[in-house]
């Protein structure tokens, strides 16, 4: 054979290697295109943490080690063909059954990790709130100290694995500010409350005598009358914070001696608002607190049924006192004090 006709060989081999290589690619990527959408192995749902700083491969390998991937190299090279490796993204996640790599590798890139809650109840101390927060694992660092009494809205918070506690409280006290701030704007005229300040110290001895939201507004009212009148507004929850300053539960009923602490938190001694909030109020009491209802009550007492009787008149609130007393002597209410 002449060299032309060697030369003609070697093209003809190297042609049939280079289809060959043509085809060998294009059945690897209908292969892996064809199992990249095929339904997963996972039979439940499973929540998995992916820590940060992992490639393709070894995200590939978690996956598959926890049964959301029947092959992690078919998961690996489809990222690849869609140019997502470096857009892979850490957290945790929760994988539903049948997941396909292709729906895997959609929640990775987007990002879509398990978005937890937390529940803040109106009415409890700075220390209470922070003690929730504390018992959440999912939440990474500590406090450097505690936010003054007041400054934190009660809400549901949403947060991810691996937010710190610092930010969810740094949340809570700009979501105070902002509720503050607009329901200031349009606050009821002539109020005995002259600032945001003072609004949350109210508020927060309105939260502390009610859990009915639909009396806050009367509750607010009968406070207001007592300020404009220089009356003393005589709360037990302000009692009750003279003596624990938030810190625990009183774990009793108060007593005659009780009312006689001497402290600015008690009003049934100091006149006027005490000098800071004794709980966090919700967005109800402070919006009770800054439109109050209209009326001339100066008095409220237990009603028996969970919420309150209220009265213009003394004599009238005495009366409202011996039914409930009755009721609580029947055993039909645990005893809640008057006002």
Not at 64 to 82: K, M, S
Not at 202 to 225: D, G, Q, W
Not at 233 to 249: E, H, K
Request: glycine residues 8%.
């Amino acid at each position: 054979m002449g060299g032309r006709g060697i030369l003609r060989s070697l093209i003809i081999s190297l042609l049939s290697l280079a289809v060959l290589a043509v085809v060998c690619i294009a059945a690897a990527y209908f292969y892996v295109s064809d199992r990249f959408d095929r339904p997963g192995p996972l039979l439940v749902s499973a929540e998995i943490i992916l820590p940060p700083g992992r490639g393709a491969f070894q995200i590939a390998d978690t996956l598959y080690q926890a049964g959301v991937l029947a092959d992690p190299n078919i998961f690996a090279a489809g990222v690849w063909l869609e140019d997502t490796s470096g857009a892979l993204k850490a957290g945790e996640y929760a994988f539903e059954p049948g997941m396909s790599p292709r729906d895997v590798m959609v929640k990775l890139v987007g990002g879509a990790v398990i978005e937890r809650s937390l529940t803040v109840p109106e009415g409890l101390s700075s220390a209470a709130v922070l003690a929730l927060i504390s018992a959440e694992s999912a939440l990474t660092g500590e406090f450097v100290d505690t936010p003054p009494e007041g400054s934190l809205l009660p809400e549901t918070y949403q947060y991810r694995r691996g937010d710190t506690r610092a930010s969810l409280v740094g949340r809570m006290r700009a979501a105070m500010q902002d509720v503050l701030a607009q329901l200031w704007l349009n606050r009821a005229p002539d109020l005995p409350v002259t600032t945001p300040e003072q609004a949350i110290v109210l508020a927060s001895i309105v939260e502390k005598e009610t859990a009915l939201a639909a009396e806050r507004p009367m509750v607010a009212s009968v406070f207001v009358n007592r300020l404009r009148q220089d009356m003393p507004l005589q709360s037990d929850p302000t009692v009750i914070y003279a003596l624990t300053l938030g810190a625990r539960d009183l774990g009793r009923a108060l007593s005659r001696t009780d009312l006689r602490v001497d402290s600015p938190f008690n009003t049934y001694r100091a006149r006027g608002l005490p000098p800071a909030p004794i709980a966090n109020p919700g967005r109800e009491s402070l919006a009770a607190v800054l439109n109050p209802a209209t009326s001339d009550a100066l008095y409220f007492v237990a009603d028996g049924s969970g919420g309150h009787a209220f009265a213009k008149t003394l004599a009238e609130h005495n009366r409202n006192v011996g039914r409930w007393r009755r009721i609580r002597d029947a055993g039909a209410d645990d005893g809640e004090a008057t006002n």
